[in-house]
């Protein structure tokens, strides 16, 4: 179910101060999404897409951070059960009790004092640096905050072989400026989305890679989108690489780019087509396949006398073939890793 998070939330008074509508580059968004919008935070921009990547692929993805947290995890247990008792023996000491820790600086040699010194110095900054910047790693990776964390996003949504990713702006939008209005911050913002937005970037990473210095992902919108898909609420094509931000005069707004006002659908959705069958070729260790495939049809088509009908079925048999040698079955892979027979047409 979609749940409101956080503060500073949508309210329907902010919205639609301005009859005159949007200014270009801009519209409001399906009002499929209004209960998703209602969970987001307006200082921040999204952008939404659909990860078509296997889900083989998302799991192994997944398993790095999964095993370098539990790795760390168990590490800062065991410096906790190593120091421990050394810190309450000082403790215990400082109040009085004299122990093994307890140091009578005037019966003490300098030789004997440096040392000690310098490795309760030592000890007390590592200590200091682990519970200052370490310890939260784990934690946020599995407890988080008001976006959620990894864990909680997995254990709610799974692995899919469709899955709804959900970017969040990070402090790159608070400076700089009125991107709907100001020409000089749209130019900006368009820029950045462009780059984020760009088919190759989604094409070629997984949603938990696509984390970097502008943007983050939003655990707690991720599980909402793909609630509200399980739900009915909305279909999953609806978060189809989807660029929102709140505007004070227009309340939440689409932003238009080249990617989502595509004139060639077909295009778009055989690009698509063909990404999810390399990756699922990928993830079974036959990669060499997708592009001696892509070999032979770029070299038949190049033949003189054009790709004609009986040539298309003797290639296609060429490539099962090529496909069977390896153990796959051509027709019936592409139909599991594409979800539909056949390359999409116009």
Not at 225 to 233: G, H, S, Y
Not at 237 to 247: G, I, P
Request: overall charge negative.
């Amino acid at each position: 179910m979609v749940r409101q998070r956080g503060q500073g939330k949508s309210t329907s008074t902010k919205k639609n101060k301005n009859n005159a509508g949007p200014p270009a580059l801009f519209k409001k968004p399906p009002e499929v999404l209004q209960p998703f919008l209602e969970t987001l935070d307006e200082k921040c921009v999204y952008i939404t897409h659909v990860d078509s990547h296997p889900r083989d692929f998302k799991q192994k993805i997944f398993l790095v951070p999964t095993l370098m947290n539990i790795a760390l995890t168990a590490a800062l247990l065991y410096r906790i059960w190593y120091i421990g008792p050394y810190y309450l023996r000082i403790f215990v000491s400082v109040l009085g009790y004299p122990n093994e820790t307890t140091m009578v600086v005037d019966e003490m040699e300098w030789d004997e004092i440096i040392p000690e010194v310098a490795i309760r110095a030592f000890n007390f900054l590592l200590d200091f640096l682990l519970f200052v910047f370490v310890w939260s790693w784990p934690f946020d990776f599995v407890i988080g905050g008001e976006h959620g964390s990894p864990i909680m996003w997995r254990w709610n949504v799974g692995f899919r072989d469709r899955e709804v990713v959900v970017r969040r702006s990070r402090k790159w939008v608070e400076s700089a400026g009125d991107f709907v209005h100001d020409e000089g911050a749209k130019s900006l913002f368009m820029s950045r989305i462009g780059v984020a937005t760009a088919p190759l970037l989604i094409n070629e990473k997984t949603g938990y890679l696509l984390m970097n210095a502008d943007w983050d992902l939003d655990w707690a919108a991720m599980v909402d989108a793909n609630d509200m898909v399980d739900e009915k609420m909305a279909a999953i094509e609806a978060f189809k690489e989807v660029v929102l931000l709140f505007s004070e005069d227009y309340g939440w707004l689409c932003v238009e780019t080249k990617t989502n006002t595509s004139e060639n659908p077909e295009e778009d959705e055989r690009r698509r087509q063909v990404f999810a069958f390399r990756d699922a070729l990928a993830a079974v260790g036959k990669e060499h396949l997708f592009y001696r495939w892509i070999e032979i049809a770029q070299f038949e088509t190049s033949r003189p006398g054009g790709f004609t009908p009986d040539r298309q079925v003797k290639v296609a048999q060429e490539i099962r073939d090529l496909f069977s040698k390896e153990g796959i079955d051509f027709d019936a892979f592409w139909k599991e890793s594409v979800g539909q027979e056949g390359l999409a047409t116009s």
